[in-house]
Structure formats: structure tokens, C-alpha cells
């Protein structure tokens, strides 16, 4: 049932901004006032909404739910939505801003961090150390985490490189085999570039690790291994989402498990800090 409820919530702000207007109005609900929600009637939250009964049952089926009642029962034991993670905050209300940032981020972090599976992360970790190669693939706002993850595998001794350019990219692609593997990085999974790459790797039998917020995503479904990285409320505007954070942390917690897995990589670290010592003052 836990695993249920982390799906539904994870699925509700991933899918922020692919909603129908109907649909919008209930996930609105959901989030800034889910009590009403878990004590509503499907009549009474359809009136509120100004939708029909009908709306609200397709909604929870497009939702993998099997009705308005298994909306309520999930909603109602979930603790990942905060009936103060509202978007009504202003550069007028600095405080409250703030505070609903740190709130979010701190949502973010556990939640990805809860989802995680042990039986694939143990694949994960085992995929990582037998690899050849490591093709990191992002873009956009998400290509810093790209570069994080280059420089920590690369401490550890696993040879990773990415690419700002799809161009440059795709030739990197081209020369992976069956020995290497590719980590795609995508917050929505909808990426038509990457895709693009993935199914050339895929071509030539390589693994891929991806890192998403959206499990059923197109980037998720063609991959080997998906790591949900959570995202939590919208501030300013519902186009925004907190991304970033947690696919960091989800590099973070794979970097971390595999110092746990092999301490003596320690060394590697220290090797390389001494090395590039003399550039900091």
C-alpha cells in the first residue's frame, strides 16, 4: 500500500502542467486543500470545482485509481502532501516563500529517497562497477546534474563523460557496446532528444539507468532501470518544478552506496583531491 500511495502522489506533480482544465481543478484541491478532499463526496468536490461527476471518475482512472473512494483512502494515509504547500506566494511574502521552498525541497529529498528500491539499487550499483563506460545524457536545466555525476564517478574510477551538445552527444552514443553504459537524466522523461539516443544505444545492447520523475514516461519505459526523483508543489507559476534537487540527490545516494559497497574507492578520492589541491587558495 505504501509503495501505492508514493506512486500517487509522485504521479500527481509529475504530470503538473499535462492536466486538462477539469483536471486541473481537482488536482488543485488535492493539493491546497486535501481534507476536503478525503471528506467530500464525489458530488460535493465536482460542485466545488464547477466539473461533472464524470470528470472526477476519469480523472481517478487516467490516475491508475479504481475510484473517487481509492482517491480518498490514498490521499487520506498519504504524509508527502502538505496543506501548506500552496502557490498563492508573492515576492511581497519573502518569509513565506522561503519557507514553502525549504519545505518542498526537504519533500523532495524524502521522497526520492523512500522510493527507492534496495533489489535494484543493488543491480544499479553492480551495473555502475562492471561498466566500461559511462554516457551521462541531460539537457536544459538538468545538465548540471549531468556534470556532478560525471565528476563523481569519475573520482571513484569509472571512466563517465557527457556532452552539452546532442550533436557531439549522439557521436559519443555511437561508439558505446554491449560493455558500457548510458545514465539519461530527464525531469518530465518526454525528452525527444534524448530518446533519440537512448534508442541508439539501445541498438547496440547497452544498459540504460534513467533518472525520472515519471515512471510511466517514454524515457522511463525504454529503459533498464528507472529512479524516480519526486517533485513537490509549484511556486510562482505551474510551469516550474522542483527538478534539480532530487535527481542531485538520487546521484548523490548512488555515489554514496557505492563508497558503502567498496570504502577503499576512498583512496581514489583523496588521490584526485591532492591532485587539484594546488588550484584552490
Same mark, same amino acid.
Given at each position: 500500500m505504501e509503495s501505492n500511495i508514493k506512486e500517487f502522489v509522485n504521479g500527481i506533480y509529475s504530470n503538473i502542467g499535462k492536466y486538462s482544465k477539469s483536471e486541473k481543478k481537482i488536482v488543485d484541491l488535492i493539493i491546497n486543500d486535501p481534507d476536503f478532499v478525503i471528506?467530500?463526496?464525489?458530488?460535493? +468536490? @465536482?460542485?466545488? %470545482?464547477? &466539473?461533472?461527476?464524470? *470528470?472526477?471518475?476519469?480523472?481517478?482512472?487516467?490516475?491508475?485509481?479504481?475510484?473517487?473512494?481509492?482517491?480518498?483512502?490514498? +490521499? @487520506?494515509?498519504? %504524509?508527502? &502532501?502538505?496543506?501548506? *504547500?500552496?502557490?498563492?506566494?508573492?515576492l511581497d511574502s519573502e518569509d513565506k516563500t522561503l519557507d514553502k521552498l525549504m519545505n518542498d525541497k526537504k519533500d523532495e529529498i524524502q521522497a526520492t529517497l523512500e522510493g527507492f528500491d534496495k533489489a535494484m539499487?543493488?543491480?544499479?550499483?553492480?551495473?555502475?562497477?562492471?561498466?566500461?563506460?559511462?554516457?551521462?545524457?541531460?539537457?536544459?536545466?538538468?545538465?548540471p546534474v549531468a556534470l556532478d555525476a560525471c565528476f563523481k564517478f569519475n573520482q571513484i574510477g569509472r571512466l563517465a563523460f557527457t556532452a552539452t551538445s546532442w550533436e557531439v552527444a549522439m557521436g559519443q552514443t555511437l561508439n558505446l557496446t554491449d560493455s558500457d553504459l548510458v545514465i539519461v537524466i530527464s525531469n518530465s522523461g518526454e525528452s525527444r532528444q534524448l530518446i533519440q539516443l537512448i534508442e541508439v544505444a539501445k541498438k547496440n545492447n547497452v544498459t540504460i539507468i534513467a533518472l525520472?520523475?515519471?515512471?510511466?514516461?517514454?524515457?522511463?519505459?525504454?529503459?533498464?532501470?528507472?529512479?524516480?526523483?519526486?517533485?513537490r508543489g509549484t511556486i510562482f507559476m505551474s510551469e516550474y518544478f522542483f527538478s534539480r534537487v532530487s535527481a542531485v540527490t538520487a546521484i548523490e545516494a548512488i555515489f554514496m552506496l557505492m563508497l558503502a559497497d567498496n570504502p577503499q574507492l576512498k583512496k581514489k578520492i583523496q588521490k584526485h583531491e591532492l591532485l587539484i589541491a594546488s588550484k584552490k587558495i
Amino acid at each position: 500500500m505504501e509503495s501505492n500511495i508514493k506512486e500517487f502522489v509522485n504521479g500527481i506533480y509529475s504530470n503538473i502542467g499535462k492536466y486538462s482544465k477539469s483536471e486541473k481543478k481537482i488536482v488543485d484541491l488535492i493539493i491546497n486543500d486535501p481534507d476536503f478532499v478525503i471528506n467530500a463526496t464525489i458530488s460535493q +468536490l @465536482a460542485n466545488r %470545482s464547477n &466539473i461533472s461527476e464524470a *470528470s472526477v471518475s476519469r480523472f481517478c482512472k487516467r490516475a491508475g485509481l479504481n475510484g473517487f473512494h481509492h482517491l480518498k483512502v490514498l +490521499l @487520506a494515509q498519504s %504524509s508527502f &502532501i502538505n496543506t501548506d *504547500s500552496q502557490n498563492n506566494v508573492s515576492l511581497d511574502s519573502e518569509d513565506k516563500t522561503l519557507d514553502k521552498l525549504m519545505n518542498d525541497k526537504k519533500d523532495e529529498i524524502q521522497a526520492t529517497l523512500e522510493g527507492f528500491d534496495k533489489a535494484m539499487m543493488e543491480k544499479i550499483i553492480q551495473v555502475i562497477k562492471d561498466a566500461r563506460l559511462i554516457q551521462i545524457m541531460a539537457e536544459g536545466n538538468t545538465f548540471p546534474v549531468a556534470l556532478d555525476a560525471c565528476f563523481k564517478f569519475n573520482q571513484i574510477g569509472r571512466l563517465a563523460f557527457t556532452a552539452t551538445s546532442w550533436e557531439v552527444a549522439m557521436g559519443q552514443t555511437l561508439n558505446l557496446t554491449d560493455s558500457d553504459l548510458v545514465i539519461v537524466i530527464s525531469n518530465s522523461g518526454e525528452s525527444r532528444q534524448l530518446i533519440q539516443l537512448i534508442e541508439v544505444a539501445k541498438k547496440n545492447n547497452v544498459t540504460i539507468i534513467a533518472l525520472t520523475n515519471n515512471h510511466s514516461s517514454p524515457i522511463a519505459t525504454l529503459s533498464d532501470f528507472n529512479v524516480v526523483t519526486a517533485s513537490r508543489g509549484t511556486i510562482f507559476m505551474s510551469e516550474y518544478f522542483f527538478s534539480r534537487v532530487s535527481a542531485v540527490t538520487a546521484i548523490e545516494a548512488i555515489f554514496m552506496l557505492m563508497l558503502a559497497d567498496n570504502p577503499q574507492l576512498k583512496k581514489k578520492i583523496q588521490k584526485h583531491e591532492l591532485l587539484i589541491a594546488s588550484k584552490k587558495i
